[in-house]
């Protein structure tokens, strides 16, 4: 389904703002935002995964995604916990923490649940876009859905039910290769708590994560406001949306989604660097990002109803970019005129972390920083590091300035973003989440 842009809810289509804020964004927007940012961490997969299949073979893709996952997913699973409130270790509080997972983007996997007792559950997909974009572009190659549905999910979702309870367990009850897929959906899934040993192998990628101040890091205190939930303290919902959260909360969880993306980046590319060399990992991460920005600007258009390719849409832009986790990186924009803005960072967390991932290439690679995403909002503006951002009032570490220039040559767009779009990722259709059952 494609985006009506006409039927947009709200609304960042105003004049730009420099001390824009999510919770400016009314709350149906903001919910949609969110489904973008969830939206994010998939694209993000999409545009490091094949780079590295082509360069380093199916092997190295399986570790990496592995890797990923498991070094990522038990730090957020745990810290969405804590945000919302939700206690227990049963397979109640398993679903919950699965409807709040990045790798579970809402509308794109259309999740399903069946809570039989604290100790036995199911879910199941109607709808998986990541399996059904590796089922397209291989043919329905069984190899491939081996790799994604076998290979990849079997020890990511043992970590991920794992990280709420040691003697949790998942196992398919079916799932791809399929010849035809079933009319129920491509998979069912049993969760259940049991006695047997743990037989995930624990990622090594997991503890060094760990160590970031990413993994620990904690957002500003808030008032969760009267107009929805405060926390998901209460029981299990099925048809659970980001509507439901009060729009203070929600804001944070957005917040938090775009950190999640950050820690899933950041375990992926410690990988990377592990096995293929930090010079190759941070080619990759600037082509990844290269990829990635056509069509995730293209996707934040349309949800926060940015207009135009002039200076107050790329600063917009910039201000809710999923890949810059609000807080954690303490960002600034300025408009000096209409050609004329500045993006700067100033002193935060993520400066004192090791740089990795698309937040580390703005401190590893400064001469690149911003150009991607920027680019992709006007292929006529150009960004380059100044040490001149009075705006930023003695605040800013590093600094860009960003000049729309009819004579600039627009760069060469990547090789992967066509990729990246496929066939359903450039105009899914995420403004509203809908269950049917």
């Known amino acids: 389904m494609s985006i009506d842009a006409g039927t947009q809810p709200g609304d960042y289509s105003g004049d730009y703002r420099p001390d824009f804020t999510l919770t400016d964004l009314d709350h149906a927007t903001l919910a949609w935002y969110g489904r973008e940012v969830m939206l994010a961490n998939h694209i993000h997969d999409r545009a490091i995964m094949p780079q590295l299949a082509l360069n380093h073979g199916m092997a190295a893709q399986t570790r990496a995604a592995c890797d990923e996952w498991m070094g990522a997913s038990p730090i957020y699973n745990y810290r969405n916990r804590a945000l919302l409130n939700i206690g227990g270790d049963d397979i109640e509080t398993i679903f919950k923490a699965f409807q709040l997972d990045i790798g579970a983007p809402h509308t794109f996997l259309q999740f399903h649940w069946d809570l039989q007792s604290p100790?036995?559950?199911?879910?199941?997909?109607?709808?998986?876009?990541?399996?059904?974009?590796?089922?397209?572009?291989?043919?329905?190659?069984?190899?491939?859905?081996?790799?994604i549905c076998h290979h990849m999910e079997d020890p990511t979702f043992d970590a991920t039910v794992m990280a709420v309870?040691?003697?949790?367990?998942?196992?398919?009850?079916?799932?791809?290769?399929?010849?035809?897929?079933?009319?129920?959906?491509?998979?069912?899934?049993?969760?259940?708590?049991?006695?047997?040993?743990?037989?995930?192998?624990?990622?090594?990628?997991?503890?060094?994560?760990?160590?970031?101040?990413?993994?620990?890091?904690?957002?500003?205190?808030?008032?969760?406001?009267?107009?929805?939930?405060?926390?998901?303290?209460?029981?299990?919902?099925?048809?659970?949306?980001?509507?439901?959260?009060?729009?203070?909360?929600?804001?944070?969880q957005c917040k938090e989604f775009s950190l999640d993306v950050h820690l899933l980046q950041r375990a992926c590319y410690t990988s990377v660097m592990r096995d293929h060399g930090a010079e190759s990992a941070w080619e990759m991460t600037a082509e990844q990002w290269r990829a990635m920005a056509p069509v995730y600007v293209h996707r934040l258009r349309n949800a926060l109803g940015i207009r135009g390719d002039g200076m107050d849409a790329i600063l917009k832009l910039l201000q809710t970019d999923p890949y810059l986790p609000p807080e954690y990186l303490k960002t600034g924009t300025a408009k000096i005129s209409d050609s004329h803005g500045r993006f700067w960072i100033e002193d935060c967390e993520a400066l004192q972390d090791e740089p990795l991932g698309v937040v580390g290439l703005l401190f590893k690679k400064p001469d690149i920083g911003i150009?991607?995403?920027?680019?992709?909002?006007?292929?006529?503006?150009?960004c380059q590091l100044t040490n001149d951002c009075p705006e930023a009032k003695g605040k800013a570490v590093i600094a860009w300035d960003i000049v729309i220039d009819d004579s600039h040559t627009a760069p060469a767009p990547s090789d992967y973003t066509a990729l990246v779009a496929g066939e359903d990722m450039w105009d899914h259709d995420a403004s509203r989440h809908q269950y049917a059952y």
């Open 165 to 252: 309870n040691q003697r949790a367990r998942c196992r398919p009850v079916f799932r791809p290769p399929h010849g035809t897929v079933p009319a129920e959906g491509p998979c069912r899934w049993r969760v259940f708590l049991g006695d047997e040993l743990i037989l995930t192998e624990s990622s090594e990628v997991l503890p060094l994560v760990k160590q970031s101040r990413a993994a620990n890091f904690a957002f500003a205190a808030i008032e969760p406001g009267n107009d929805g939930l405060a926390d998901y303290a209460g029981p299990f919902n099925r048809a659970f949306t980001l509507e439901m959260l009060s729009h203070p909360v929600l804001a944070r």
């Open 119 to 147: 100790s036995e559950g199911q879910f199941w997909l109607t709808h998986c876009g990541a399996y059904n974009h590796v089922r397209r572009i291989t043919n329905a190659d069984p190899t491939s859905e081996t790799q």
């Open 371 to 382: 150009s991607a995403p920027v680019a992709a909002a006007n292929p006529q503006a150009r």
